[in-house]
């Protein structure tokens, strides 16, 4: 079964305008489908959403509905996997979400601070998802990387050399849902992720 491709904005339609074009994400119609309680609050929160967005996928693809984006971040807050610091919102941090989805969604995350491409590619062929540390540009990858991590997506897939993933910051449908020549998204790849095993729950 295909993965929900959740993007980490309600419109998907506005992400282009929003991460290219400078327009304010909580100009967006739809926000309240966040569970935020406010633009405001919306605004402030989703450019920091893409690892809550990948779990919204996973927890979609398991259960067949997934709660609210914000209701996520919050959640995973209290876990200790986001900060809020006099600098703005640091995270996600990987290992109180791993605390978080366990405790929480009943997930068995296992974090990995050093991810070689070839062991995402061994983890996604073996039934496992993958959010995986990417730079945003990933977007646009006929373009050379400009580096390297600082953006979550969520590996669904890896066969024939190809890895296929959702970028919950994707301004088009191809960018959404994507599948990439492993040498290709290794560019992008900052060598670090979060494996889950969303069917059974166990590790």
């Given amino acids: 079964m295909q993965v929900a491709a959740f993007t980490q904005y309600m419109s998907a339609d506005r992400i282009a305008a929003i991460v290219y074009d400078g327009a304010?994400?909580?100009?967006?119609?739809?926000?309240?489908?966040?569970?935020?309680?406010?633009?405001?609050?919306?605004?402030?929160?989703c450019r920091h959403a893409c690892g809550m967005?990948?779990?919204?996928?996973?927890?979609h693809h398991?259960?067949?509905?997934?709660?609210?984006?914000?209701?996520?971040?919050?959640?995973?807050?209290?876990?200790?996997?986001?900060?809020?610091?006099?600098?703005?919102?640091?995270?996600?941090?990987?290992?109180?979400?791993?605390?978080?989805?366990?405790a929480e969604h009943g997930l068995a995350a296992?974090?990995?601070?050093?991810?070689?491409?070839?062991e995402l590619v061994d983890l996604a062929a073996g039934g496992r998802m993958v959010i995986a540390s990417v730079h945003p540009e990933i977007r646009r990858p006929d373009r050379p990387a400009p580096g390297k991590?600082?953006?979550l997506v969520l590996v669904t897939g890896a066969a024939g050399g190809a890895v296929t993933?959702?970028?919950?910051?994707?301004?088009?449908?191809?960018?959404?849902?994507?599948?990439l020549p492993?040498?290709?998204f290794s560019a992008f790849f900052a060598g670090r992720g979060i494996s889950v095993r969303a069917g059974s729950g166990r590790a």
């Fill in 24 to 45: 304010d994400p909580g100009d967006d119609p739809r926000w309240r489908s966040s569970g935020a309680r406010t633009r405001e609050e919306y605004a402030r929160w």
């Fill in 110 to 118: 296992e974090v990995h601070p050093v991810l070689t491409p070839e």
């Fill in 53 to 59: 967005a990948c779990l919204r996928m996973i927890l």
């Fill in 62 to 102: 398991r259960d067949g509905h997934a709660p609210p984006l914000l209701d996520l971040v919050y959640g995973c807050r209290a876990y200790g996997g986001y900060r809020e610091e006099p600098g703005g919102i640091k995270g996600l941090y990987y290992a109180p979400f791993a605390d978080y989805v366990a």
């Fill in 165 to 179: 993933f959702n970028n919950p910051s994707g301004h088009t449908e191809e960018a959404r849902r994507a599948r």
């Fill in 182 to 184: 492993l040498e290709v």
């Fill in 149 to 151: 991590g600082g953006h």
